[in-house]
């Protein structure tokens, strides 16, 4: 299901930083937000994830670089993302609403959330 939107990709050159904003408005309810990325030929893997304790965790390859973020006047979602690489390169997506079964450890899998965005394309250059 579909039915959020992405906004904040582009290109930049390696070491620049971008800030994804995804507003979650009809899901304020939801345990858990969440952001992937889907480089070109690979599997769509989590990136970030946070809760509504602020309780937050990140994949390896980005933790140190990455910062997910709730902004709960806004209803906004936000990655900001600094230290930019290539390996960076990929369409990032926002997801919400985990199935009810779900628990932490499992917010980083893309089998938990039933919602989605179309993605932003952030294009990293060497």
């Known amino acids: 299901q579909v039915q959020l939107m992405e906004s904040g990709g582009g290109s930049v050159q390696a070491g620049g930083s971008l800030q994804l904003s995804c507003p979650v408005t009809?899901?304020?309810?939801?345990?858990?937000f969440a952001w992937f990325r889907q480089g070109s030929g690979k599997e769509r893997e989590g990136v970030a994830v946070?809760?509504?304790?602020?309780?937050?965790r990140y994949a390896g390859s980005v933790k140190g670089r990455f910062t997910i973020s709730l902004d709960t006047a806004s209803n906004t979602v936000y990655l900001q993302m600094d230290g930019l690489n290539p390996e960076d390169t990929a369409i990032y997506y926002c997801?919400?609403?985990?199935?009810?079964?779900?628990?932490?450890?499992?917010?980083?899998?893309?089998?938990?959330?039933?919602?989605w965005g179309r993605g932003t394309q952030v294009t990293v250059s060497s």
């Open positions: 946070i809760k509504g304790d602020g309780g937050k």
């Open positions: 997801a919400a609403d985990p199935w009810n079964s779900v628990i932490w450890g499992e917010a980083l899998e893309q089998h938990a959330y039933r919602v």
């Open positions: 009809e899901y304020t309810g939801s345990r858990y």
